[in-house]
């Protein structure tokens, strides 16, 4: 159910909407707590009505509260209750059984800018931008992969690039929490939360890794595809494996080379070249 302006979620007046993704409805909302401005991200009823699923998700957002990085979306806590006299839970709080019921959302930081998926609108960006663009991803995603945090869904409208150049991770929705926190990409991880299981196809269709497409467990590598996919589309133009379908796109996925890149970019050096090409690779091995 869209909220209207003037709706209070607890200390949250509901000001406008700002858009819905893959995880719910987002808005514009203030904090009349503390007198800021917030992203209020509300989450399906069907959550709600699920304790299982809720608590997960309240797991995960405690897990990536703790992230405080720059390039990482900051999430400041997990509001409960009626849309009009809700309650609140602080991200340390423990919910209350019984308490699974009305308006579930996420609280965010607010950012002013675009998705990078808004900025390709245009085509492709000069090397030099993709480069920083792609470095404060991989920062962000180290930061995530220390704390033991896979994504799973890297892909331009998870992108957010603020007015002043910063790039932030959006949308941690299909992340899942790992046993422990790992030293690098090359460390298998096995999968401990996220509510779903070895088998399952999550993610979106051209960014997801040949392991992803295949349904096996994830570790921090098929981040890493992700990644070079969205470099190639930041160089390019154009989705690296992209087909007339989504099955045929997973079979380019699976088994076709990268693209070449220079043709189309006469400006691309060897050295970028190589980056997005080991991303990219069909066997998380080989991925740095």
């Given at each position: 159910m869209a909220l209207t302006p003037g709706t209070r979620v607890g200390p949250y007046?509901?000001?406008s909407p700002l858009g819905a993704g893959g995880m719910g409805e987002v808005y514009r909302a203030r904090d009349t707590s503390l007198?800021?401005?917030?992203a209020l991200k509300v989450l399906p009823d069907a959550f709600a009505s699920d304790p299982d699923r809720l608590a997960r998700f309240e797991r995960e957002a405690k897990t990536l509260a703790a992230l405080n990085h720059p390039n990482i979306a900051q999430v400041y806590g997990f509001e409960q209750g009626p849309a009009e006299a809700g309650h609140h839970i602080g991200i340390d709080g423990p919910a209350e059984a019984g308490r699974h019921t009305g308006t579930t959302a996420l609280v965010m930081e607010l950012l002013e800018g675009e998705t990078l998926r808004d900025r390709l609108r245009d085509g492709a960006v000069p090397p030099r931008k993709a480069i920083d663009c792609g470095a404060q991803i991989a920062r962000g995603l180290a930061a995530a992969h220390d704390r033991g945090i896979i994504h799973r869904d890297l892909k331009p409208e998870n992108v957010f690039v603020l007015t002043d150049g910063r790039v932030k991770i959006l949308d941690f929705g299909?992340?899942?929490q790992i046993?422990?926190?790992v030293a690098g990409a090359a460390q298998t991880m096995t999968a401990a939360f996220g509510g779903t299981d070895p088998g399952t196809v999550m993610g979106t269709v051209g960014y997801m890794a040949p392991?992803?497409?295949r349904g096996a467990t994830l570790d921090a590598r098929a981040d890493l595809f992700a990644l070079g996919a969205v470099l190639y589309e930041m160089l390019t133009g154009r989705r690296a494996f992209q087909r007339d379908t989504a099955a045929e796109s997973m079979t380019a996925i699976l088994?076709?080379?990268v693209p070449d890149l220079t043709p189309s970019r006469a400006d691309l050096s060897p050295a970028l070249d190589r980056i997005v090409r080991h991303c990219l690779e069909k066997n998380p091995i080989e991925r740095f």
């Open positions: 007046e509901i000001l007198g800021r401005e917030v299909l992340a899942r046993d422990a926190p392991e992803q497409v088994k076709d080379d």
